[in-house]
């Protein structure tokens, strides 16, 4: 199957900065990236995703990224907020990555 | 609408007991998928089906687990005999558009918590 990788594991940043986390795939025919934020004791739920057709994509403070010769694809987050601490995943179709804990400090 | 609904939320059982985890996906949700998390692991794609038949069970740990879908509107999960090693959170996700590469958001539940001893 499909093997994502994700980097990095853990992030800190101070409220207002940005945050981006990057991921990797391996199968050349996938053409669907989605973007899952995990809050503690609920399941992931989707913040954007990204089709294979389009190289960036953005809704208000979160863009993505995908380059398909390389096939890596990247989330970029905004004037983080603490309330944006979470922890992210990203998928390729329903395969995903191992998560990046990201801590906002205020 | 409900969202997936997922059955018990937590379970406290003792090594060699069976368990069974159950999942109602989302009315006319096509595909189901079943996810185990763990801090070591992360979230491990166990199985999916697509019109309620597995496609890929290729992440199920071994022949203590297995699933089924007797219908479109409910999954089990279940672990014969558990071990302490199968402590983990389960979650069942649903989605539309499936096949072998599923194009669509995943809804996931709450998730089953387990705990063996």
């Known amino acids: 199957g499909e093997n994502v990788e994700q980097h990095p594991s853990t992030l800190s940043v101070q409220e207002g900065d940005s945050a981006v986390i990057k991921c990797t795939y391996s199968?050349?025919?996938?053409?669907?990236f989605p973007w899952y934020k995990q809050e503690l004791g609920k399941g992931p739920q989707l913040i954007i995703d990204i089709r294979s057709n389009v190289g960036e994509k953005k809704d208000q403070r979160i863009a993505v990224t995908l380059n398909k010769t390389a096939k890596h694809f990247s989330l970029h987050i905004t004037e983080t907020q603490p309330e944006d601490s979470a922890v992210y995943f990203c998928?390729?179709?329903?395969?995903f990555g191992s998560g990046t804990k990201l801590n906002v400090k205020p | 609408d409900a969202g997936v609904i997922q059955s018990p939320r937590h379970e406290v059982t003792e090594m060699g007991q069976e368990v069974t985890l159950r999942c109602k996906p989302i009315?006319?949700?096509?595909?189901l998928f079943w996810y185990r998390q763990t801090m070591m692991r992360g979230l491990e794609l166990l199985i999916y089906f697509n019109n309620n038949v597995p496609i890929d069970d290729s992440g199920m740990p071994e022949d203590r687990f297995s699933a089924k879908m007797p219908n479109a509107s409910f999954s089990t999960l279940k672990i014969q005999p558990s071990e302490p090693r199968d402590s983990a959170v389960y979650f069942c996700a649903s989605s539309q558009g499936g096949g072998a590469r599923g194009t669509g958001e995943l809804f996931f539940g709450e998730g089953s918590r387990l705990t063996v001893l």
């Open positions: 009315s006319g949700h096509n595909s």
């Open positions: 998928a390729a179709s329903f395969y």
């Open positions: 199968d050349s025919a996938s053409n669907y």
